[in-house]
């Protein structure tokens, strides 16, 4: 049985092909494959990844409701977001390798982060980030112009 922590919210994402991007996605930004559950015809059912403390769940196209980007023209209704704890200029190279379509180059934010983008072969969105400086949101404020605080 499987020790994998639950976090309190994870993210399901469709693919046409869920093998393949469990492969790529370990291969291009290193999540780690963590439970398979194949369906009688050989076809994932549904999988689970992490990456840190992270966990998505991978699977197939299953109804009119879930799609890959790729079965919509490109269209997303949602992107993933993954904080890294370490280098995220040499993520970023690896996913460059894997054949990730860079979007958004590394970048530094007037919030503290470095952050790159990035779209998977099937049109998913993904976006990476790196904390070089913590800051208050006053810092953050006067850094960029705006205002930046806990509630409306």
């Known amino acids: 049985m499987s020790e994998t922590k639950r976090p309190t919210i994870a993210s399901g994402v469709c693919y046409r092909d869920p093998r393949a991007a469990l492969k790529w996605l370990e291969t291009a930004f290193g999540f780690e494959t963590t439970m398979v559950v194949e369906n009688p015809d050989g076809t994932i059912g549904h999988s689970e990844m992490t990456l840190g403390d992270g966990l998505i769940m991978v699977g ?7 799609r890959s980007p790729a079965s919509l023209g490109g269209v997303n209704t949602q992107s993933l977001h993954i904080h890294l704890p370490g ?9 460059r390798l894997a054949g990730a379509v860079i979007t958004r180059e590394p970048a530094d934010q007037f919030y503290g982060d470095r952050v790159y983008m990035a779209i998977d072969p099937e049109g998913h969105v993904w976006s990476f980030s790196q904390t070089l400086k913590a800051m208050t949101y006053e810092e953050m404020s006067a850094a960029g112009g705006r205002p930046v605080r806990e509630r409306l």
């Open 87 to 95: 280098d995220l200029d040499v993520h970023c190279e690896r996913a």
């Open 60 to 66: 197939r196209e299953w109804d009119e409701r879930h």
